[in-house]
Nanobody
Framework: QVQLVESGGGLVQAGGSLRLSCVAS????????MGWFRQAAGKEREFVAA????????YYADSVKGRFTISRDNTKNTGYLQMNSLKPEDTAVYYC?????????????????WGQGTQVTVSS
């Protein structure tokens, strides 16, 4: 089992920045690739970004490309999502997730462990 705990959400004005953190415990973090997803009120959970085991490969949704940066520090068992130039449409609950094995990075069902989520609200 892997336990994931997100932090760093909050209220920010449009154009501002936030950095989300996801601390993992229970198993060796470097054995899992990691992703960030978000879910806005009344909408389905959607892919935001993902990063490979060692951090060499990253993947982004088109809607956040160039504004968000995913990273990880395996020595600290922590993943990050740096969010810049935030827009009101980025408002959602953000979840980190961990996965092992095959499958694609973009589908929530490919992930085996999930955090509880952290709220991000961007005001206009």
């Amino acid at each position: 089992q892997v336990q994931l705990v997100e932090s760093g959400g909050g209220l920010v004005q449009a154009g501002g920045s936030l950095r989300l953190s996801c601390v993992a415990s229970g198993r060796t973090f470097s054995n899992y690739s990691m992703g960030w997803f978000r879910q806005a009120a009344g909408k389905e959970r959607e892919f935001v970004a993902a990063i490979s085991l060692g951090g060499r490969s990253t993947y982004y949704a088109d809607s956040v490309k160039g504004r968000f940066t995913i990273s990880r520090d395996n020595t600290k068992n922590t993943g990050y999502l740096q969010m810049n130039s935030l827009k009101p449409e980025d408002t959602a609950v953000y979840y980190c997730a961990a996965r092992y094995g095959g499958g694609n990075y973009y589908t929530p069902s490919s992930y085996h462990y999930w955090g509880q989520g952290t709220q991000v609200t961007v005001s206009s």
